[in-house]
């Protein structure tokens, strides 16, 4: 997710007008594709029964779990044939017009390194571990596929209400630390979730943080924050019903809306939340990875 820490305003020499660069594979090196097995081992052994069943099966249809870190020509084919989808290599965080150009067009934008060794289990920016074990194998979802491409129009279009800010929470509890509700249990399908080997036991098991009932209006309010674990996480009912709700429902207004409603502390519990889980808060604690 771009935020205002980007440096650049233009791309970076060796990158193309739309910031992309060749992923350059045959570049990594062997102690760096063993970090990406490393990685995948360890989430692969603990995400059934915790993820999704879309990212489970993304895991699978696109056989990420291979060894090394995924090489582009192959994955997209897998992808491509799945949902129209592919992933495209960037330098680091890109201006949030380029980025929303990108998922609107099918394109996911992931950064091109992958974390070293003293830092496997904290980073401040996305890797590829995160960008293509976290996000990718639910772009093999057709449904979250179809909700990737309208958040990227949305974005474009949020950005002439100059409500990116709000939007922005949509991604980060749904795409980033989205919970849904699967044959009464609650499984996790957000990105930064599924790539992280704390926070896969944090979100799902933690007495600490509240799981509440997804409401649109309600989420767009919400704080959120970028270090530590998540204080609320919201939880879906179903993709189809995300999909159906932010598309059939016009931004304008609510844009409007969010303008004069207070917003809603990272902690905060309403009287007409549904409520999950009430968190005990006790884990607040300012550390933490967010990949
Ligand atoms: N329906 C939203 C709008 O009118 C666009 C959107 C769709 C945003 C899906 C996020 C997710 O702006
Ligand atoms: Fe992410």
């Known amino acids: 997710m771009p935020d205002a820490s980007h440096i650049h305003d233009t791309p970076p020499p060796g990158a193309a007008p739309d910031w992309t660069i060749p992923q350059n594979w045959d570049a990594f090196s062997a102690d760096e ?15 059934p029964g915790r993820a999704a069943d879309a990212f489970l099966r993304g ?3 696109l056989r990420l779990s291979r060894s090394g870190i995924p090489d582009y020509r192959e994955l997209n084919a897998r992808l491509t044939a799945a949902t129209g989808w592919s992933v495209v290599a960037v330098p680091g965080l890109v201006p949030d017009a380029v980025f929303f ?8 934008p992931a950064g091109n390194f992958i974390r070293r060794p003293d830092q496997i289990d904290y980073l ?3 890797d590829i571990f995160h960008d293509v074990f976290g996000h990718v194998p639910m772009l093999a979802d057709p449904v979250f596929a179809d909700y990737m491409v309208a958040y990227g129009r949305g974005g474009l279009r949020s950005l002439g209400f100059g409500a990116l800010h709000k939007l922005a929470r949509l991604y ?12 009464g249990a609650l499984r996790a399908y957000g990105a930064g979730i599924v790539s992280s080997h704390a926070e896969s036991l944090f979100a799902l098991d933690d007495p600490s943080p509240n799981r509440i009932g997804f409401d649109l209006l309600r989420l767009m309010r919400t704080e959120y924050r970028i270090d530590d674990f998540q204080q609320s996480y919201f939880v879906v009912s179903s993709l189809a019903h995300l999909l159906k ?14 303008n004069v ?3 809603i502390g990272v902690a905060e519990i309403l009287p007409e939340d549904r409520i999950y889980t009430r968190g005990t808060q006790e884990h607040v604690t ?5 990949t």
């Open 33 to 47: 594709h063993a970090m990406w097995d490393r990685l995948c081992d360890r989430q692969s052994n603990m995400l």
């Open 59 to 61: 895991l699978d249809v």
């Open 101 to 108: 150009e990108h998922l609107a067009n099918r394109r996911f």
């Open 124 to 126: 401040q920016e996305p």
């Open 172 to 183: 980060w509890y749904t795409v980033e630390f989205g919970l849904i509700e699967e044959g």
């Open 245 to 258: 709700v932010t598309v059939e429902t016009d931004f304008a207004p609510l844009y409007q809306e969010l």
């Open 261 to 263: 409603l207070p917003d």
């Open 286 to 290: 300012g550390r933490t990875p967010q």
